[in-house]
């Protein structure tokens, strides 16, 4: 799985990483070195610990207002700033929940971080990735089928 997360770093688009782009990359790292802990302690810390841990690591990799802004699209245009505030802090809830819920075990998972790249937006793309164990490639190929597994590769690699 990639992931690709936006964060709120202005940039320059230059050939080798920027201080900008480095910079970008220590709330994502930040974030990768807690995710692990509440994988690992997914049991003793609970939806509402792991919630609670991930928090704060979270809002700082994520630009959440850009982030709430474009799910919305067009609409977000014709919010007031109360509207546009209360959206972003349910979107941002959201979010954190999300991971909170769906990162609920630790089966050998590496987190990796990439490279930063400007965005058009004025933003920094960090690239990263979470790498499953082999032993979890070998039994999705089991259930999925060869197939199935090329055309995710291929479909992946686009």
């Not at 970008?24 to 609670?52: N, Q, T, V, W």
């Not at 991930?54 to 809002?59: D, E, I, K, S, T």
């Given at each position: ?34 995710l692990p802990y ?121």
């Amino acid at each position: 799985m990639l992931l690709a997360l936006a964060v709120g770093f202005g940039s320059e688009s230059v050939a080798q990483e920027s201080p900008d782009l480095q910079a970008a990359r220590a709330p994502i790292e930040s974030f990768y070195a807690e995710l692990p802990y509440c994988m690992k302690h997914s049991e003793e810390l609970g939806f509402d610990g792991r919630r609670d841990r991930l928090r704060p690591v979270l809002q700082d990799a994520y630009d959440l207002k850009m982030m709430s802004a474009m799910a919305i699209g067009q609409v977000w245009r014709n919010l007031s700033d109360d509207q546009k505030s209360r959206w972003t802090d349910a979107f941002g809830r959201m979010t954190i929940a999300t991971y909170a819920r769906r990162f609920a075990g630790y089966s050998g998972e590496r987190l990796i971080v990439n490279e930063s790249v400007p965005s058009s937006r004025g933003t920094v793309v960090v690239h990263s990735e979470l790498a499953l164990r082999r032993s979890e490639y070998s039994s999705a190929l089991d259930r999925e089928g060869f197939e199935w597994w090329v055309a995710s590769l291929l479909e992946k690699s686009r």
